[in-house]
């Protein structure tokens, strides 16, 4: 069974929706899932876990929101090599890069050694029906992966 850390930030909720979306995804899988908000979880503390989904929105013109700021820096002294990750989150197509924050905490994850294993997930504000089917079906996938390797 795999322990899977969530780690989102979120400000009107859009992004909390998705993460515990996906918290349901992954136990419906039969796994476990933690959820916690960016301002109250270190980095380091992704290796307690088999894995880790990370959510959060995007401030602005592509953005990290200052909520999640500490844990990004946190990242820069987190040995990541071969750590299995995933990566969500909301934004606005008004903007020129929609979900930017999620590209650019991606790139920094991949930095740190990390492997994505599925392509993120951007939704435009809340999730529609069909894409709370998505947000479940990521967290089964991602659940389905780690299961297999640990």
């Excluded at 990290?64 to 606005?92: C, H, R």
């Excluded at 920094?108 to 894409?131: C, H, M, N, Q």
Aim: charged share 25%; hydrophobic share 40%; glycine share 10%.
């Amino acid at each position: 069974m795999a322990n899977i850390l969530i780690v989102y930030a979120s400000l009107t909720g859009n992004t909390e929706e998705i993460a515990e979306l996906i918290a349901e995804g992954v136990q419906n899988a039969g796994h476990t899932a933690v959820l916690k908000s960016a301002e109250n979880c270190n980095a380091d503390e992704m290796l307690n876990y088999d894995g880790t989904m990370i959510g959060l929105y995007t401030w602005g013109d592509g953005d990290l929101p200052d909520e999640f700021l500490d844990f990004y820096d946190e990242l820069d002294e987190v040995d990541l090599s071969g750590y299995k990750v995933a990566l969500f989150g909301s934004g606005d197509t008004s903007y020129d890069l929609f979900c930017g924050a999620v590209d650019t905490a991606e790139a920094k994850l991949k930095e740190r050694g990390a492997i994505v294993t599925e392509p993120s997930l951007k939704i435009e504000y809340s999730p529609l029906d069909e894409e709370k089917k998505d947000c479940r079906a990521l967290g089964e996938r991602f659940a389905g992966i780690l299961a297999h390797v640990s």
